[in-house]
């Protein structure tokens, strides 16, 4: 049976635990209701998060947590501060019960609602939106990662993301068999503008302006000639030389009408 420490011992210890434990205290008068090494106190962080130990976690040292499955009541207190703290537009739903389980927390996003969601989530340092509703207008126009500031308000009204222009896309894809026009790949084509999409727009939705590509051989296309400002004579040049080096036995330049 493990020794009962006397009062100045555990203090000591306690010191000693806190001394890795940053910006912890443990709260007053917890050392009045010690019995033994499963004992357990209760520490404060600076920001207000409440974690318990037992004496003989601290004794390992093992580090306070601010979600324990142990402590549901807890678990939900500290969550709040931890909205408040570092997302103040989400709340925890009224109906969220105090339970043993990280599986799934019900909070409420204070534009969009109820959202379901998993405490790693929360935590994840790279999530800067729990709600993916104001994730998705948060990174829209300006913020976009392919935000052009240069398109004018005409240029956004055209641009390829338009249900309209969607459909064209399937259609081009539906024309090609759904297979690169060069290697016959089926996995993750995608439509290429002979003459560029951004400087030829009387083309834009022309299907003889466009062949259906592999993302490799799209991506392959595009590192020699660069993005922008492209051309049905690049294409054909670049076109020639593939064939010859996949051996194909189709005149593939004939088959997509770019020999004239």
């Known amino acids: 049976m493990s020794k009962k420490h006397s009062i100045e011992e555990l203090c000591n210890i306690i010191d000693t635990y806190l001394k890795e434990q940053n910006e912890w205290s443990i709260l007053p008068k917890q050392l ?11 520490f404060i962080h600076k920001d207000g998060y409440v974690s318990t130990k037992d004496i003989s976690h601290i004794s390992r040292n093992q580090k306070l947590k601010i979600f324990s499955i142990s402590e549901p009541e807890l678990m939900l207190h500290n969550l709040d501060i931890y909205l408040k703290i570092h997302n103040p537009n989400i709340i925890i ?24 969601t998993k405490i790693d989530r929360i935590l994840r340092k790279d999530t800067r939106f729990i709600c993916n509703t104001c994730a998705r207008a ?8 392919n935000y052009n500031p240069q398109l004018t308000n005409e ?7 338009t249900p309209y222009y969607r459909s064209f ?8 068999s759904y297979m690169c026009i060069l290697c016959e790949n089926n996995k993750k084509c995608e439509v290429h503008h002979l003459d560029g999409y951004n400087w030829c727009k009387e083309k834009r939705m022309d299907v003889n302006n466009t ?35 996949l051996q194909s036995n189709r005149n593939i330049l004939e088959e997509i009408d770019l020999a004239h």
Do not use: M, P
């Open 32 to 42: 009045d209701s010690y019995k033994n090494q499963k004992t357990k106190l209760k």
């Open 93 to 116: 739903d009224k109906e969220t019960k105090a339970v043993k389980t990280h599986d799934d927390i019900i909070l409420r996003c204070l534009k969009h609602g109820l959202i379901t």
């Open 138 to 145: 948060y990174n829209s126009g300006e913020n976009h990662y």
């Open 155 to 161: 240029d956004r009204q055209d641009r390829k993301y």
């Open 169 to 176: 896309l399937s259609e081009i894809h539906y024309l090609n």
């Open 211 to 245: 062949v259906l590509l592999c993302k490799e051989c799209h991506d392959e296309f595009h590192s020699l000639y660069g993005r922008g400002n492209n051309t049905k004579e690049q294409f054909i040049e670049w076109a020639g030389n593939k064939a010859r080096i």
